[in-house]
């Protein structure tokens, strides 16, 4: 399976990416900086060097063909401008998605954030506008005719996986490393589970697939 990876350098796209590459599927990573290959390369993925916030949907489509699988796992980042916000949680979301539809690609997963759809509309605190563009960018994605998958993962840690969480179209607030974030959308590919489902995910009681069975 082959599988690109937009925001490839992230915490969670490494982790992905050397999953992948070891159960024997194709990872490509789209990254920004060149000089973020050697950590891709580490993984057993393949980096591609394209900026998505200056990129065209011709040019990420031609990354995406002959792919089985797209992850959005792009992000500003903390200490971002508001401005970014926009242009990466949101705009290169839409911007993956377009190309994912132009390019035939039939799966895609996003990962999102928990509870961004109850941003206030009226501030102009970062993290609100963060909220704004990731429930934007939800809503975009969720218009599109692709077998889409939204993960929303709760406060993201470096702790090692424990395999187990709590998933639902909404869960509890709480916490929940990388590495199971990772597990759980290494799962969501190789499963097909949760086709056109948007969900939340923490740290839980359930192994990973057995809570991705409860959401069809």
């Known amino acids: 399976m082959r599988v690109v990876i937009a925001g490839g350098h992230g915490k969670i796209a490494l982790i992905l990416e050397r ?3 070891e159960d024997g599927h194709e990872p490509v990573a789209i990254i920004r900086n060149p000089d973020h290959r050697a950590d891709v390369d580490a993984t057993g993925a393949a980096a591609v060097v394209l900026d998505l916030e200056d990129a065209t949907v011709d040019e990420v489509g031609q990354v995406l063909k002959n792919t089985d699988a797209a992850v959005f796992a792009a992000g500003a980042g903390p200490g971002s401008s ?3 916000k926009f242009t990466v949680d ?9 190309a994912a539809e132009a390019a035939g690609v039939p799966r895609l997963i996003v990962i999102s954030a928990i509870g961004t759809d109850d941003y206030d509309p009226g501030s102009d605190d970062i993290f609100q506008l963060y909220s704004r563009a990731k429930s934007e960018a939800d ?8 077998d889409w998958t939204i993960v929303r993962p709760g406060g993201l840690t470096n702790d090692p996986g424990t395999g ?3 998933a639902g179209p909404t869960v509890p607030r709480g916490r929940i490393p990388r590495a199971d974030v990772a597990a759980t959308i290494a799962a969501l590919l190789t499963t097909g589970r949760a086709s056109r489902t948007q969900f939340e995910l923490v740290s839980g009681d359930d192994p990973i697939e057995d809570a991705l069975a409860t959401l069809g």
């Open 19 to 21: 999953l992948l590459a």
């Open 90 to 98: 949101r705009d290169a979301a839409i911007l993956l998605a377009d």
């Open 164 to 166: 187990r969480v709590l």
């Open 139 to 146: 809503a975009a994605v969720r218009s599109r005719d692709l």
């Open 82 to 84: 508001a401005e970014r």
